[in-house]
């Protein structure tokens, strides 16, 4: 129950199914106990997401600089990054992002928030459906390889009738006792239904997820992040706890040490060849960009190494276009070296 790795979890998940199947004792206890605990998890995922729906959208002003003081919105100077298809430093670059407005950082909170939560949830629920294969009765050999995966794709496709299909399946292979935890979980229904199945959990369970004082997080937010040792995961967590405590007569937090990812997180995210990428991915081309500080004049760019203008314009002599916040400069060389390099001039005063 101590695997937070994902795509390890769910190939042990199917390997007992398998080995079940093939006649070795599974301990339908065990099985059972970690529906309950991925249940719970559940639960407290789709708690955070609807938390953030409704408190982002009303942070204050105040809080609002909270956010920019985690991203590093710079006094000024120009910063770019550059993404290398090796592996380089881990130096934090200053995202030149102040002339971003208020409502446009509360957007990418959400959306970086959300993603996130909506990949974690993901997992928990192929998790859940494996979980709950383990425990119904065993199936034929012809079935085994088709059984876990097959309906999961179908209950993610968005096809009601397919779904109710594969719904009534599972819920004449569950106990009694499982189904009104793992159906609502697994199905299309509203958040408040999923929620509901708190009710169902142990006593303990419901203080786990549900809390009465909405202008802050959940007291165990920042376990529900970190569940997967994600170093992005963590560092958001503590961005909104701060945040949302932050009050205007407190001073403002520090600045980010140099191992954030947020700054280079956010910025990666307004470039249109990375916006729709999961957080993960985001999270790991952010582990490999560096800072860059260019005066005004010629840039010499690398082979095999993409720019991204985070503030200033530059120009390319070659074609005469003009790059901005958010452009990208040798896009393709991170992922293929040997293409030339290209000149690009600093015009920013």
């Known amino acids: 129950s101590d695997i937070f790795d994902g ?130 009765p065993p199936l034929l ?28 399946v599972l819920d004449s292979l569950l106990p009694v006792s499982l189904k009104g935890i793992v159906l609502p979980l697994l199905d299309s229904s509203p958040v408040d239904k999923k929620l509901a199945v708190v009710s169902q959990l142990s006593g303990s369970a419901k203080f786990k997820v549900l809390w009465t004082d909405a202008t802050v997080p959940p007291p165990w937010a920042d376990e529900w992040f970190k569940g997967s040792f994600s170093l992005l995961g963590i560092q958001f967590a503590n961005m909104l706890s701060r945040t949302s405590r932050f009050r205007e007569e407190d001073a403002l937090p520090p600045r980010p040490t140099d191992v954030s990812l947020l700054p280079k997180v956010f910025l990666l995210s307004q470039v249109d060849m990375y916006a729709g990428l999961l957080s993960m991915h985001i999270a790991e081309l952010a582990c490999v960009a560096t800072r860059r500080f260019c005066h005004q004049g010629l840039l010499s760019c690398e082979m095999g190494v993409t720019y991204i203008v985070a503030e200033g314009r530059f120009l390319l002599p070659a074609t005469g276009q003009v790059l901005y916040t958010g452009d990208t400069l040798q896009a393709l060389h991170s992922i293929c070296k040997e293409l030339p390099a290209i000149d690009a001039e600093c015009t920013s005063p």
């Open 7 to 136: 795509d390890v979890l769910q190939e042990l998940f199917s390997a007992l199914a398998d080995l079940r199947d093939r006649g070795l004792a599974v301990t339908r206890q065990l099985a059972e106990s970690r529906i309950y605990q991925v249940a719970e998890k559940l639960c407290q995922g789709f708690a955070v997401q609807k938390w953030m729906q409704q408190r982002c959208k009303s942070f204050t002003p105040a809080q609002i600089q909270v956010l920019r003081r985690h991203f590093e919105m710079p006094e000024g100077g120009r910063w770019g990054m550059k993404l290398e298809g090796a592996a380089a430093g881990r130096e934090v670059p200053r995202s030149g992002l102040e002339q971003v407005s208020d409502k446009d950082i509360v957007s990418v909170v959400l959306k970086l928030g959300l993603g996130y939560a909506s990949e974690q949830i993901y997992l928990q629920r192929l998790q859940l459906l494996h979980l709950a294969v383990l425990v119904g």
């Open 141 to 168: 050999m012809s079935h085994r390889a088709t059984r876990a995966l097959t309906a999961w794709r179908v209950l993610r496709s968005g096809d009601a009738a397919s779904e109710a299909a594969v719904l009534e």
